[in-house]
């Protein structure tokens, strides 16, 4: 059964203090791996897509990274205006496009 | 201004009463979807659909509908809705079927749905 794990759970950060969350996946092959902002009350917001192992991206104070088995979103410098719910989400290759959702990472950022 | 709208945002109903739930979208995207969003689950596709007249299931359709009759518009059906429907509901689209490329997927403002 495809997988996808986010950790941690929630996150308390100073602001300016840099932090990573991570998605590890376990499916039978990655197409594509996406990673989502979602603030209280909200639609998902799109970041980035990530194909490939090694793949990375980066927006503002974001940045993406892929491995085989999982992802990190980096975050450095964080303000208190990063403060949301990052999702990150899995499409496994071959078949129809059905997104596998992982939980969530809460981040709160403190001024 | 690119958007997706939902209406209604907010729905309280009883068991068993037909409603709709409409979605549309002004960026003549192909790929529209639904999902529902409950504590614990995280996001789960309902159903998708990759142009007019082309829809398929997701994870979870049990007790579900949909449409496509029109490029910008794909009506989330409850025929008969129970509580265990209850949950948090967005719509999506995106150009083309979002695993190519990096298409942007952009999401409605959610639909918060009650069964009673």
């Known amino acids: 059964e495809d997988q996808v794990t986010q950790s941690p759970e929630a996150l308390r950060l100073q602001e300016g203090e840099s932090s990573s969350l991570n998605c590890s996946y376990t499916v039978s092959g990655l197409r594509g791996l996406f990673w989502y902002r979602q603030d209280p009350g909200k639609g998902p917001e799109f970041l980035f897509t990530?194909?490939?192992a090694g793949e990375e991206k980066e927006k503002e104070r974001l940045k993406a990274t892929l491995t085989k088995k999982e992802s990190f979103l980096h975050i450095t410098a964080p303000k208190p205006e990063d403060s949301a719910t990052y999702l990150c989400a899995v499409v496994v290759a071959g078949g129809s496009y059905i997104p596998t959702f992982g939980r969530g990472t809460s981040l709160i950022v403190h001024p | 201004e690119a958007q997706v709208t939902q209406n209604p945002r907010y729905l309280i109903t009883v068991t068993g009463k037909k409603l709709t739930v409409t979605c549309s979208q002004n960026m003549n995207h192909e790929y529209m979807s639904w999902y529902r969003q409950d504590p614990g689950l995280g996001l789960r596709q309902i159903y998708y659909s990759m142009n007019v007249e082309v829809t398929d299931k997701g994870d979870v359709p049990e007790g579900y509908k949909v449409s496509r009759k029109e490029k910008r518009n794909f009506p989330l059906i409850l025929e008969s809705p129970s509580p265990n429907q209850t949950s948090l509901y967005f719509c999506?689209?995106?150009?083309?079927?979002?695993?190519?490329?990096?298409?942007?997927?952009?999401f409605g403002p959610g639909t918060r749905l009650l069964v009673l």
């Open positions: 990530l194909y490939s």
């Open positions: 999506a689209s995106s150009r083309r079927i979002p695993r190519d490329n990096q298409e942007t997927q952009y």
